[in-house]
């Protein structure tokens, strides 16, 4: 996604999808001195562990989370950055959540696993973990770009605390137990807050993805009007 929207120059592509259950850790995790036996140990538990070339950290995969992708490039002006892209990927999907009834923000959630500034958040609690990754390029009319590819991971109906266990057995295998340790009370999900069958992972999936698609084409016709 990231190589095709450095080549185009232009645009935003949407990619909604699952997963099976899982560990995805940041590549300096890998450097640790039991990352082996610890990865080795989780897989034998059904949590096996997968790298990411990113930075953040421990993130725990399974069907209950919704994953969203964009990948879109914006010129490199002089307001680029990074709180004002995640604010583009953001907001669709905290209008998104409006429609559900949900009422989400952007905050630190201190206690939940990768945290960060930008995760969607309700009442304090973490709905969905956010990264993004930028690689320089060129728009489509020949200016200085940025060609971004950004992901959430939204906590539609997992069990919170079957994966933080996960991840904090992960983080006491690699000797990080007592400074890592991640509470599943700082977490919510959709399922928890909408009180619905409507809130599972795959009807969530559905319904996101036609929101997202609802959007760009109304984006498109919008553009074909201002021409």
Request: net charge neutral.
């Amino acid at each position: 996604m990231l190589d095709a929207a450095a080549a185009r120059g232009f645009g935003c592509d949407w990619v909604v999808w699952r997963t099976h259950q899982s560990l995805v850790v940041p590549s300096q995790t890998a450097n640790v001195a039991d990352f082996y036996l610890a990865s080795l140990d989780m897989s034998l538990r059904g949590w096996p562990v997968y790298v990411r070339d990113t930075g953040g950290d421990v993130t725990p995969q399974s069907p209950g989370v919704v994953n969203a992708s964009a990948a879109f490039v914006v010129p490199r002006a002089a307001d680029l950055s990074i709180r004002s892209t995640y604010q583009r990927f953001c907001e669709p999907l905290l209008a998104f959540l409006r429609t559900l009834g949900v009422d989400a923000y952007l905050s630190s959630v201190p206690g939940a696993f990768c945290d960060g500034a930008f995760n969607i958040t309700v009442g304090g609690k973490k709905l969905a973990g956010t990264a993004q990754r930028w690689r320089l390029t060129r728009t489509c009319d020949g200016g200085p770009g940025v060609a971004v590819l950004a992901h959430a991971a939204i906590l539609a109906d997992p069990d919170i605390e079957l994966s933080i266990a996960a991840t904090n057995r992960f983080y006491r295998l690699c000797g990080e137990g007592e400074s890592r340790e991640v509470d599943p009370a700082r977490h919510t999900s959709l399922a928890t807050l909408l009180r619905t069958s409507q809130a599972g992972a795959e009807h969530i999936l559905q319904r996101l993805s036609d929101y997202l698609e609802r959007q760009r084409t109304l984006d498109i016709s919008l553009a074909g009007s201002a021409r």
